[in-house]
């Protein structure tokens, strides 16, 4: 089903599809799914919880030629991990323990369209190598059954996770990533769009009033400013609860920026430090610091697993009654230490230098500090 894309007005294929938006963000966006739409290519949408990742996905299945099978929408997050594969792939009758039918799955029964499979990030390691295969070449494996299947299935997948940081931690397979980025439409959050805010607070309104026959007698210009530098963590979404919420509420009333303020839940300006720079360059001291703090946490959590690591060992040691007393008195007796990281900070100090005989330089390698921040640590916790 592999077709040239035909480009046509953006603005019409948006009005087609419902889609808000004129900033430069989504005009690439819109140009993106016109060019995708008609093909096969899997499409891969990310970005944040509400930014409109499935009206995206729609727009692309409905401008598809395969637009007269509907669309099924599968949500990976929402379907327990033990039923995922059955639920994409069927079963065969007996496979397991409750499946006295044997059962279509969506690949099956969406044969010819399209899936919309959302939340991709939640699909058990276990079962991506088999979506990895219906994706390659359609085919799959019922569970319970050795009969390789095929369908025709074009997939549209959605996440709001990092999948790369996903894949960097393992839980991800890197084989799958590269094969759904084939098309990646990264929508960005509404805060770094806020000139589509105003379209989309009249398409709320038009909806609303629709749908209800509410009054609006309009907005300040300074009432939508302060929409417009709102950080909206939740979005498209929440900006249309926000919307819908006014217009109950300030039935009739014109709209001042201080009965905007009443409908966002704790204010922050979207340029709140979010798109400014990660300092890097902490102080040399602070740096330390953090080292010496954190070699002290790894030793903390030493200590305790130890301690549990004894504690299971008094069950299961066969040995003398003595150490099983003792291990038993461990276990009940020894609790967590309770120590300010600053007493632990002395204590790790007072015992380097104490094994290195007072010699300053070996006490401070073996900290892995320098030897100018021992000499301040000993001053400052009066060691000297
Ligand atoms: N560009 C847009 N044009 C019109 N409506 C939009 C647009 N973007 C988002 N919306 C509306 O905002 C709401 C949230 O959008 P949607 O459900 O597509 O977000 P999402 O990214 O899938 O969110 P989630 O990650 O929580 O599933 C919907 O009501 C949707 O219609
Ligand atoms: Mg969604």
Redesign the pocket.
């Known amino acids: 089903m592999q077709n040239v894309a035909m480009k046509s007005d953006p603005r019409s294929f948006q009005e087609e599809h419902?889609?808000?938006?004129s900033s430069v963000e989504?005009q690439k966006i819109i140009e993106v799914v016109e060019q995708v739409a008609p093909t096969d290519i899997t499409v891969l949408?990310s970005?944040?919880?509400?930014?409109?990742?499935?009206?995206?996905?729609k727009a692309i299945h409905n401008a598809s030629q395969r637009s007269h099978i509907p669309l099924i929408t599968v949500n990976s997050g929402a379907i327990p991990e033990g039923i995922i594969e059955s639920e994409l792939f069927g079963h065969e009758r007996g496979s397991f323990t409750g499946a006295s039918e044997k059962r279509k799955g969506y690949f099956e029964l969406v044969d010819g369209g399209t899936i919309f499979l959302?939340?991709i990030g939640e699909i058990p390691l276990s079962s991506q190598v088999k979506f990895l295969r219906v994706l390659e070449n359609g085919e799959f494996l019922r569970v319970g059954s050795s009969i390789p299947r095929k369908v025709d299935v074009r997939v549209i997948a959605?996440t709001?996770k990092d999948l790369e940081s996903e894949v960097r931690h393992g839980r991800f397979r890197a084989d799958l990533f590269f094969r759904l980025r084939s098309v990646n439409i990264t929508?960005p959050p509404l805060r770094n769009r806020p000139d589509?805010i105003p379209l989309?607070f009249q398409?709320f309104v038009d909806d609303f009033f629709e749908k209800k026959d509410v009054k609006f007698a309009g907005i300040s210009e300074e009432a939508m400013q302060f929409l417009k530098s709102y950080h909206w963590p939740g979005?498209?979404?929440e900006?249309?609860n926000v919307v819908e919420s006014m217009l109950i509420l300030e039935s009739g009333k014109y709209i001042h920026t201080e009965d905007v303020r009443k409908y966002l839940k704790e204010y922050k300006p979207a340029s709140d430090g979010r798109n400014l720079p990660v300092p890097i360059s902490k102080s040399v001291e602070e740096a330390e610091r953090e080292l010496i703090l954190r070699a002290l946490l790894d030793i903390k959590v030493n200590i305790l697993e130890l301690r549990n690591q004894l504690a299971q060992g008094a069950h299961v040691i066969q040995g003398s009654d003595m150490l099983k007393k003792e291990l038993m008195y461990f276990q009940d007796n020894v609790e967590e230490p309770v120590m300010s990281l600053q007493e632990m900070e002395r204590k790790m100090i007072v015992e380097a230098l104490g094994r290195s005989k007072g010699n300053r330089r070996v006490a401070a390698r073996a900290l892995n500090i320098s030897e100018r921040t021992l000499y301040r640590k000993i001053k400052e916790y009066s060691l000297g």
């Open positions: 419902g889609i808000i938006g989504m949408i970005g944040e919880s509400g930014v409109g990742k499935e009206i995206i996905a959302d939340e959605a709001n929508i589509d989309f398409k979005n498209v979404r900006l249309r």
